[in-house]
């Protein structure tokens, strides 16, 4: 079998397009990305096959039809596309009814312990080795010498 | 055995509901347990020590080997015998050391009861996976023991420290373990001591088996744990760093000891880590103030004391090491149990208060005074039968065991000073102490402490029963003549002077720093492994939020960047250095491809620069058009209809929300980051066009579809290969991608549906589930409502019922020709896209009175059911049959049953679609509605 070259740039075109697209913060852009990116895929797995008369028996004779297989799983990926389509949209949507923007934020979290990886703070520094202040009473906590402060006095009864 | 175990852990379950019943007396009820595991072993100890294990064997897991073998020789039957005794003491003792109201007292019964089965399972474990079960098992209970007040820090941290070390030990061992098993072939180690091959595998072996050992028992460089686990309460500290856990890690130096001895890390590493060990120990309890703190430290340097006799690893050794587990299990508990009750009696541990004590509470003092003796070595104990036995078997020993022997008998100087210092600590009088208050002490407190003395006075006096019980044991060492026998007298022997020496020298020791105390105060050791431990934990949470913060952007594009870029390198690197690229291709199958290609090329190209939502949605959509027309000319029929019908539905989609959405796209990103995108993604786009290149140019193998138009025709019974390959060839993965539209579809209606924090039911929205109407009316064209196009909504009424059908004939006739449930589904779709987009919900509810979700359902249940149908019938799941009927009327019908996988496949379409239109067009009208309503109020206000 010999690639088709048509074929082969159009998927590379739809695949650059489609991933420059998802690399954008803004869900719709994304999710245009996302269909570009599976026209792409769906023809990539059409390369896979070769071309032919439709695959009916009757209508074509078997040896001049075209391959059925990645046919069958093509049409399976673009209905599911059209699932995720609509998912994204609905998220996109939702996202702008509550933020008022549809664009894809920075995790808040992550931002917040990537601050103390650059400020050299939270635990494992020499500020908070006896403990990460989580806030009780029962006095000063010494990382030195175990033990020493570590014995309860006893329950008396 | 089993039985045992599981006596403890029934025990365990009901002892808080007993505690509740009786309050603190339910403690002798739960002691029954240890108490019968106890009479249990002594019931076997003549089998046993005739040289007749119990055994027993239950299957586990046979596919992988398991059993739960238990095996009690010699080594275990001590255990039990201790495990179960002091168990049972010690929760008696524990009946009069917690008061009724103690609001932790449940819990402690229910964990300490389950940690004294945890560990008798663990000494009469045979099966080594079995025995790791026990060991973290263990771990885990002592940590919810030392933790037992959750309320202070230092009881967290102590057993977050205890679990840590103990834990990290126990993986080490585990993979030992597992090294030992795999080389022997069996896990159960009375069959491993018999045929072990020899091997540089057994080096490392030994030494991750013995970090395990050596962080159980808190051996050198772990011994900082123990000390830390003296917050728990004094019960916990008398059995588990007396009698039970802290023994883990000796049980497992004595009962490999006779198999792993000769192996070259065994011997050097336990009997420096020992050496080092007690002498760190020793010397710090000779300085500590807290008489429990000077027992810790204590222990720890005892614990080391056992390593070295048991890792010297001859028989003689192996004996005196038994017997020292013995005696220093019944001194060590019976002192801490003493030290609880001064404790409760006067208030205070701390022996710079205490005076006098001996006076005033002289039944205490005498037990006390008991197991102190035999703590330091005197006749006629158990401690000190132990070490004559010890020095005995070391003067007999090589040039190595020499110097050990100087070490042990420094070692037992300082024990006898520490010793000193405890007596004299609790119970002297001090001239500038005021004598202390005492509360008399009850004798159901004392008794359990008592009992455990008195024990170690007969195993003293009994040395010659011990030494026939204990014997068998050591003669499992290879080559062991029967030498040294456990006795209290042996005349006038080098041991007795050595004895002598070192209890002259620890009294001496102990006098010297009494004069001077505050010197003895400010001597600190060099170095301190807790600090290393506080710096490792530390370290590790550094890096955790180090590498955390720098993998851990949060940032989506970060994210897919990271990935496309490792795509680009790898498969793109490998592509471009190995693949063998096709000499071969063809430009085009038929030039109009070239024509389709450029549509789609340049839409696709525009749709990534476009500024405005609307133009790149059109964009996208001439794309997908594109492509079905690139899907017509590969001979793709069934295929090209799909794509068209999807990208149709796609843009009513976009449009429905795009309503809502600014026009533009918000701020354009910063050009160098910009840039970027644009270079990740003709990146991977050049590699997924090398890909696809180098696949397709080499295939050679013929394709599996080969056969397909026979099977077709022959099993699926319909002509259309596509569709039979998705009703039937591959029916299971169609089955999965409908259950993804349920998916999505519930997904986009929870996502719009869900308003300010509630989810309110679809139907009870009105016009959001059903028809107004209380009868339900299907495909109806009532009276137009809304100031809409009436043109549109009349022919639109005018066409629908004729796209309803004909989605219905693409549903029949697709197993012969391009339809089938998808297609058709989506066309039947369509048409209610076209009744809201004329009408609005109104239109959109007289066109389908039905809630999507059961319409969804009813297709999921169709499919499913033909599915099971087929297996009813005796068929496999979603297996078709062919059927030919002759009908009165009709005549002949040719009917194959996965058409009604297609209907629910068409159901589910249909259903996807609906809800679509009624999250993302008609709830979606309706909320803004509802806030233009409130707008307009706004204003009017």
């Known amino acids: 079998m010999t690639p088709n070259l048509t074929y082969v740039i159009v998927v590379g075109v739809l695949v650059a397009a489609g991933v420059t697209l998802l690399l954008e913060r803004s869900l719709t852009r994304v999710l245009m990305g996302v269909i570009l990116l599976g026209n792409g895929a769906n023809l990539l797995l059409l390369t896979g096959g070769r071309a032919g008369g439709a695959p009916i028996v009757g209508t074509t004779d078997p040896e001049q039809m075209s391959d059925p297989l990645p046919q069958a799983m093509i049409l399976t990926a673009i209905v599911i596309t059209l699932g995720m389509t609509a998912f994204l949209l609905a998220l996109a949507y939702r996202s702008w009814h509550l933020n ?22 939270g635990p494992g520094t020499a500020d908070t080795e006896g403990g990460t202040g989580d806030g009780d009473d029962d006095g000063p906590v010494g990382g030195a010498r175990p033990g020493a402060d570590v014995v309860e006095a006893g329950r008396p009864g | 055995m089993l039985a045992l175990v599981a ?16 309050g603190r007396n339910a403690l002798y009820p739960v002691a029954l347990a240890p108490g019968a595991t106890l009479i249990w072993a002594l019931s076997h100890t003549t089998g046993v020590r005739d040289g007749a294990p119990v055994v027993e064997t239950v299957p586990w897991v046979p596919q992988l080997g398991l059993e739960l073998a238990f095996r009690m020789g010699t080594l275990s039957w001590l255990m039990v015998v201790l495990v179960g005794g002091v168990g049972a003491l010690v929760l008696a003792y524990s009946a009069r050391y917690f008061r009724t109201d103690d609001p932790g007292l449940g819990r402690f019964a229910a964990v300490f009861v389950a940690f004294a089965g945890a560990m008798l399972g663990l000494v009469v474990a045979d099966d080594l996976l079995l025995l790791y079960v026990f060991w973290e098992l263990t771990t885990v209970f002592s940590y919810l023991l030392i933790g037992s007040d959750p309320a202070k820090r230092a009881s967290r941290r102590a057993a977050m420290q205890a679990l840590l070390v103990t834990t990290l030990g126990g993986l080490a061992m585990l993979a030992g373990f597992v090294m030992l098993g795999r080389h022997a072939g069996s896990f159960r180690w009375s069959e491993i001591a018999g045929n072990l091959p020899g091997g540089g595998y057994l080096t490392v072996a030994v030494v991750l088996i013995l970090l395990g050992a050596l962080s ?27 009698a039970a856990m802290v023994k883990g890690g000796v049980f497992l130096v004595a009962l490999l000891g006779p198999v792993l001895a000769e192996v070259t890390p065994w011997r050097p590493v336990l009997l420096t880590a020992g050496l080092i060990t007690m002498f760190l120990g020793g010397w710090t309890a000779l300085r500590q103030t807290d008489l429990k703190l000077l027992l810790a430290y204590g222990t720890v340097s005892q614990l080391g004391l056992l390593m070295v006799i048991l ?19 019944l001194f060590k508990a019976t002192l801490f149990l003493t030290v609880g009750v001064i404790d409760h009696a006067t208030g205070t541990r701390d022996l710079r208060q205490l005076s006098g004590l001996a006076r005033r509470a002289p039944a205490l003092a005498v037990v006390a005074g008991l197991a102190a003796a035999s703590m330091a070595g005197l006749p006629p104990m158990a401690g000190f039968v132990a070490k004559e036995a010890a020095v005995d078997a070391l003067l007999h020993g090589g040039g190595p065991d020499l110097l050990v022997l100087a070490g042990v008998v420094l070692g037992s100087a300082l024990t006898v000073a520490y010793t000193l210092r405890f007596l004299w600590g609790a119970f002297a009088r001090k001239p500038d102490v005021a004598p202390a208050e005492v509360a008399p002490v009850s004798w159901p407190f004392l008794t359990p402490a008592a009992a455990l003395a008195v024990a170690g006075v007969a195993a003293g006096l009994l040395a010659p029963a011990v030494d026939r019980l204990l014997a068998p044991y050591a003669d499992r060492f290879p080559g062991a003549a029967p030498g040294y026998h456990l006795a209290l007298w042996h005349g006038l022997t080098p041991a007795l002077g050595l004895s002598v020496l070192a209890v002259a020298g620890g009294a001496g020791l102990f006098h010297l720093l009494r004069r001077r105390e505050r010197v003895s105060a400010t001597l600190r050791l060099p170095f301190d492994s807790a600090t290393g431990y506080t710096r490792v934990v530390g370290a590790v949470d550094r890096l955790a939020v180090e590498l955390t913060g720098a993998t851990q952007r949060g940032s989506l594009p970060f994210y897919l960047g990271v990935i496309l870029v490792v795509l680009v390198l790898l498969p793109g690197g490998a592509l471009l250095i190995g693949a063998p690229w096709p000499q071969r291709f063809h430009v085009w199958d038929t030039p109009l491809q070239g024509v389709a290609a450029a549509v789609v090329i340049v839409s696709a190209v525009l749709a990534a620069r476009a500024r405005r939502r609307l133009t790149a949605m059109i964009l996208v959509g001439v794309a997908g058009y594109g492509t079905a027309l690139l899907f017509i000319l590969h001979g793709a029929p069934d295929l090209a209809l799909t794509q068209f019908l999807v990208e149709t539905v796609t843009i009513v989609m976009f449009v429905l929300v795009l309503r809502r959405l600014p026009v533009r796209f918000s701020e354009r990103p910063i050009r160098s980051s910009r840039r970027g ?11 997924t066009a090398g890909m696809a290149y180098v696949a397709a140019g080499s295939r050679q ?48 209606a929870s996502l719009i549906f869900r308003r300010s924090g509630d989810l309110h039911r679809r139907a009870d929205i009105p016009g959001g589930g059903r028809a107004e109407s209380t009868r339900p009316r299907w495909l109806t064209t009532g009276a137009t409502t809304r100031a809409q196009s009436v043109v549109l909504q009349v022919v639109t009424r005018l066409l629908f019922h004729a796209i309803v059908l004909f989605s219905i004939y693409l549903l029949f006739s697709g197993h012969n020709a391009p339809g089938g449930g998808f297609a058709a589904g989506l066309v039947a779709g369509l048409a209610l896209a076209v009744r809201y987009l004329a009408g609005g919900r109104t239109e959109l509810n007289g066109a389908a009175p039905v809630d999507a979700g059961v319409v969804l359902g009813a297709g999921l249940f169709v499919a499913v059911g033909t599915g099971v149908g087929a297996m009813l019938l005796g068929g496999e799941f979603l297996q078709s049959a062919v059927l030919d009927l002759h009908l009165p009327v009709l005549g002949h019908v040719h009917f194959v049953t996965s058409v009604f996988f297609d209907v629910g496949v068409y159901l589910i379409v249909v259903g996807l679609v609906l809800d679509i239109l009624r999250s993302l067009g008609a709830e979606m009208d309706r909320q803004s509605e509802t806030e233009d309503a409130e707008t307009r109020e706004r204003e009017l206000v």
């Open chain 1, 100 to 121: 008022g923007h549809d664009e894809v934020q920075d995790d808040v979290e992550d931002r917040r312990i990537m601050d103390l990886a650059i400020r050299d703070e």
């Open chain 2, 7 to 22: 006596v403890h852990a029934l025990t365990a379950v009901i002892a808080p509901a007993l505690v509740r019943l009786w």
């Open chain 2, 216 to 242: 159980k028992s808190a051996i050198f460089p772990f011994s900082f744990w123990l000390p830390g686990a003296m917050a728990a309460p004094t019960p916990v500290s008398a059995y588990l760093h007396a």
């Open chain 2, 311 to 329: 890792g010297a690893g001859t028989r003689d050794t192996a004996l005196a090491g038994a017997a020292m587990v013995l005696a220093h299990a």
């Open chain 2, 677 to 687: 995108r644009v270079a990740i993604g003709v990146a991977v786009g050049a590699v």
């Open chain 2, 701 to 748: 193998a013929i394709p599996v579809s080969v056969g397909f138009p026979d099977e077709a025709v022959s099993y699926g019974g319909g002509k259309n290969i596509v569709n039979v390959a998705l009703v039937d060839i591959r029916a299971w993965d169609t089955m999965g991608e409908i259950a993804v539209l349920v998916v999505a579809a519930t997904g986009v």
